[in-house]
């Protein structure tokens, strides 16, 4: 396709000024945690390693750290199994209901969180009498990580010549080995890329956490919220902002390695 | 028909329902130990899936299957000794070339040395040796066809099933592959099943073709059967081309009572000079060179009948007046038990 010349130059502002928007502001975030000055004045006068020292000696920001990290792999572990044996029921089957059981499958991620998080709150506490904790907020996010892998595995099922299934179980394989040697390495990318998608999603999640977490339990979204406006931490929480830019950075950038590869590989 | 001994396959009553469609309806079929044969017929009349079912892809609603005089139509596709060549092939993306053909050994737990040596000369036999370590994304359709094969029959199994592995090749490859299969098969000297919708395919490789038509078997025969003595209308008009008479018309034209066949090359032109009146007589509508031949659609009151020449024949203008003539022994009676297709 061909473009004219003036069409072209307006496109590229354009598209400037998005990434600029969207990146300049990630930017002063990462300057700012080696702002020298605590009330981050700007532009800034000197800088420090200070916030960093600070921050990795806080106690409490590093545990809702670690909390995030287990509810993050717990539910991320709950929903490859559920969602990869849901999609799996949902390809190979015909049964009545199945376009029903689909969408109530993909609801939960399209369902505003306040309502899942007021729901499950209802649940956990008045119905199933449990007391909110780490257990709660783990099956919560399940409830919506599940979605990310069940769309990814059931996208990768419907590519996958059901000839492969057919043709494994033709040359001697039972249903297992069929699973194990053909399906499940078929599947193994798309399990990676919609695990570190679901992993993502439960790890800066905060208002389902909010209704199910109870009191003892602190993610570090829930950190970060409680202390950005404290005068004194406000640094703090800008050191722990950059250092999650970083840390996201590798598994999107390995999901999307992943998922091209993939995507040449299946064809 | 109900000895089965001997027999590599034994269809009985099968019939295989979708709700109210009956995708085959009452098959019973004897296949040869050592035979190439194929089921031939149209899209959607029912031949591939009798090959699932013998494959134990799919399940019978009703009939019995038997391989090598034993039931088998309860037991799954791994517990079966037959193989499938697949359509689209279905190799397995993730395997390499030889990772592939010794997929089947691998799940019979054969060993390591063993296998490997057992795969390289299945891809010898298919002259693959070079390409062992790719993956099938990186191989030509021929290529792919090759390996699925390969895969099939190191196995070694009784019967090979092939869905119609030619289609999609291109016509050069296609006629090449088809010598191949057909050598492939008398070195093996195991049962070909073959499936096809491309009749001149299925005359060139069978030793018998079973043709279908909307889930029933029309007739099962030799391929110079087949063509020169068909049963019903519908082998007549699938296999080969064919003049055919209904009713009406054998008996206006023919003195005839019944349906009747005629094959365009089995009719001639009578010189005018000769004056003799002919059997039929018409105007020319149309007149092709095909190569080896020309072919001649001449207008027969409200029959359009078909002449094929040898090249080299006296030319005929559009809208000359024609005399035709034949032999009473080309004049095949076919069978209207309403099996026929309309």
Same mark, same amino acid.
């Given at each position: 396709?061909?473009?004219?010349?003036?069409?072209?130059?307006?496109l590229s502002?354009?598209v400037?000024?998005?990434?600029?928007?969207v990146?300049?502001?990630?930017?002063i975030?990462v300057?700012?945690?080696?702002?020298a000055?605590?009330?981050?004045g700007w532009?800034?006068?000197s800088? =420090?390693f200070?916030?960093w020292?600070?921050?990795f000696?806080?106690?409490v920001?590093?545990?809702?750290l670690?909390?995030?990290?287990?509810?993050?792999?717990?539910a991320t572990?709950?929903?490859?199994v559920?969602?990869?044996?849901?999609?799996?029921?949902?390809?190979r089957?015909?049964?009545?209901?199945k376009?029903?059981?689909?969408?109530?499958?993909?609801?939960?991620?399209?369902?505003?969180?306040?309502?899942?998080?007021?729901?499950l709150?209802?649940?956990?506490?008045?119905?199933?009498?449990?007391?909110l904790g780490l257990?709660t907020?783990?099956?919560?996010?399940a409830?919506?990580?599940?979605v990310?892998?069940?769309?990814?595995v059931?996208?990768r099922?419907?590519?996958?010549?059901g000839n492969?299934r057919?043709?494994?179980?033709?040359?001697?394989?039972?249903?297992?080995? =069929?699973?194990?040697?053909?399906t499940?390495?078929q599947?193994?990318?798309?399990?990676?890329?919609g695990?570190?998608?679901?992993?993502?999603?439960?790890?800066?999640?905060?208002?389902?956490?909010?209704?199910?977490?109870?009191?003892?339990?602190?993610?570090?979204?829930?950190?970060?919220f409680?202390n950005?406006?404290r005068?004194?931490?406000?640094?703090?929480v800008?050191v722990?902002?950059?250092?999650?830019?970083?840390?996201?950075?590798?598994?999107?950038?390995l999901?999307?390695?992943?998922g091209?590869?993939?995507?040449t590989g299946?064809? | 028909?109900?000895?089965?001994?001997?027999?590599?396959?034994?269809?009985r009553?099968?019939?295989?329902?979708?709700?109210e469609?009956?995708?085959?309806?009452?098959?019973?079929?004897?296949i040869?130990?050592g035979?190439?044969f194929?089921m031939?017929?149209p899209?959607?009349?029912?031949?591939t899936t009798v090959?699932r079912?013998i494959?134990?892809f799919?399940?019978?609603?009703a009939?019995?299957?038997?391989?090598?005089?034993k039931?088998?139509?309860?037991?799954a596709?791994y517990?079966?000794?037959?193989?499938?060549?697949?359509?689209?092939?279905?190799?397995?993306?993730?395997l390499?070339v030889?990772?592939?053909?010794?997929?089947?050994? /691998?799940v019979?737990r054969?060993?390591?040395?063993k296998?490997?040596?057992?795969a390289?000369?299945a891809l010898?036999?298919?002259?693959?040796?070079?390409?062992?370590t790719?993956?099938?994304?990186?191989?030509?359709?021929g290529q792919?066809q090759r +390996?699925a094969?390969a895969?099939a029959?190191?196995?070694?199994?009784?019967?090979?099933?092939?869905d119609e592995?030619?289609?999609a090749?291109d016509?050069k490859?296609?006629e090449?592959?088809q010598?191949?299969?057909k050598?492939?098969?008398?070195?093996?000297?195991?049962?070909f +099943?073959?499936?096809?919708?491309d009749q001149?395919?299925a005359?060139t490789?069978?030793d018998?073709?079973?043709v279908?038509n909307?889930?029933?078997?029309?007739?099962v025969d030799?391929?110079?059967?087949?063509?020169s003595?068909?049963?019903?209308?519908?082998?007549?008009?699938f296999?080969?081309?064919s003049?055919?008479f209904?009713e009406?018309?054998?008996? /206006?034209?023919?003195g005839?009572?019944?349906?009747?066949?005629?094959?365009?090359?089995?009719l001639?032109?009578i010189?005018?000079?000769s004056?003799?009146?002919g059997r039929?007589?018409?105007?020319?509508?149309?007149?092709?060179?095909?190569?080896s031949?020309h072919?001649?659609?001449?207008? +027969?009151?409200?029959?359009?009948?078909?002449?094929?020449e040898p090249?080299?024949?006296p030319? /005929?203008?559009?809208?000359d007046?024609?005399?035709?003539d034949?032999?009473d022994?080309?004049?095949?009676?076919?069978?209207?038990?309403?099996?026929?297709?309309a």
């Amino acid at each position: 396709m061909r473009i004219p010349a003036p069409v072209k130059a307006v496109l590229s502002v354009i598209v400037c000024a998005v990434l600029a928007f969207v990146y300049i502001p990630l930017i002063i975030v990462v300057i700012n945690s080696f702002n020298a000055s605590q009330s981050l004045g700007w532009p800034p006068q000197s800088f =420090t390693f200070e916030w960093w020292i600070r921050a990795f000696s806080d106690k409490v920001a590093l545990s809702a750290l670690g909390t995030s990290l287990v509810v993050a792999a717990c539910a991320t572990v709950i929903a490859l199994v559920l969602g990869t044996l849901a999609s799996l029921a949902l390809d190979r089957f015909e049964f009545f209901g199945k376009e029903g059981v689909n969408l109530l499958i993909v609801l939960p991620i399209a369902l505003p969180g306040i309502i899942t998080g007021i729901a499950l709150n209802n649940a956990f506490t008045t119905m199933l009498g449990m007391r909110l904790g780490l257990m709660t907020v783990i099956v919560a996010h399940a409830t919506f990580c599940i979605v990310t892998i069940y769309n990814n595995v059931f996208a990768r099922m419907r590519r996958m010549s059901g000839n492969l299934r057919d043709a494994a179980m033709d040359l001697g394989a039972d249903a297992f080995t =069929t699973f194990r040697l053909v399906t499940f390495p078929q599947l193994r990318s798309a399990l990676l890329a919609g695990g570190l998608l679901a992993f993502g999603l439960s790890f800066d999640e905060i208002i389902v956490t909010q209704f199910t977490a109870g009191t003892g339990v602190q993610t570090l979204p829930i950190w970060i919220f409680d202390n950005m406006f404290r005068p004194n931490q406000a640094p703090i929480v800008n050191v722990i902002a950059t250092f999650l830019v970083i840390v996201s950075i590798i598994p999107i950038t390995l999901a999307n390695r992943i998922g091209g590869k993939a995507a040449t590989g299946v064809a | 028909m109900t000895e089965s001994s001997g027999m590599a396959i034994s269809l009985r009553g099968v019939e295989r329902r979708f709700g109210e469609v009956a995708a085959v309806d009452g098959v019973d079929l004897d296949i040869a130990e050592g035979e190439f044969f194929s089921m031939l017929g149209p899209s959607g009349s029912g031949k591939t899936t009798v090959l699932r079912l013998i494959a134990g892809f799919d399940e019978p609603t009703a009939g019995t299957i038997e391989l090598a005089g034993k039931p088998v139509h309860h037991l799954a596709s791994y517990d079966r000794d037959v193989n499938t060549v697949f359509q689209d092939y279905a190799l397995f993306p993730h395997l390499n070339v030889i990772e592939n053909v010794e997929f089947g050994l /691998r799940v019979r737990r054969i060993a390591k040395a063993k296998r490997r040596q057992l795969a390289r000369e299945a891809l010898e036999r298919m002259r693959l040796g070079a390409l062992e370590t790719r993956r099938p994304g990186e191989l030509s359709g021929g290529q792919r066809q090759r +390996v699925a094969l390969a895969r099939a029959f190191v196995v070694d199994p009784k019967v090979l099933l092939l869905d119609e592995p030619l289609g999609a090749l291109d016509k050069k490859l296609r006629e090449q592959m088809q010598i191949e299969l057909k050598d492939l098969q008398r070195n093996l000297g195991i049962t070909f +099943v073959f499936v096809t919708h491309d009749q001149e395919e299925a005359l060139t490789l069978s030793d018998r073709i079973a043709v279908f038509n909307d889930g029933r078997i029309q007739q099962v025969d030799t391929p110079e059967n087949l063509y020169s003595a068909p049963a019903t209308e519908f082998v007549a008009s699938f296999v080969g081309t064919s003049n055919l008479f209904d009713e009406q018309a054998a008996h /206006r034209l023919l003195g005839l009572s019944g349906t009747y066949t005629i094959r365009p090359e089995n009719l001639r032109f009578i010189a005018a000079e000769s004056g003799r009146p002919g059997r039929l007589s018409g105007t020319v509508r149309n007149r092709m060179f095909i190569g080896s031949s020309h072919r001649t659609i001449v207008d +027969v009151e409200e029959l359009e009948i078909s002449v094929l020449e040898p090249a080299g024949s006296p030319n /005929r203008e559009i809208g000359d007046a024609v005399a035709i003539d034949f032999n009473d022994a080309d004049v095949r009676k076919l069978r209207t038990d309403g099996l026929s297709a309309a």
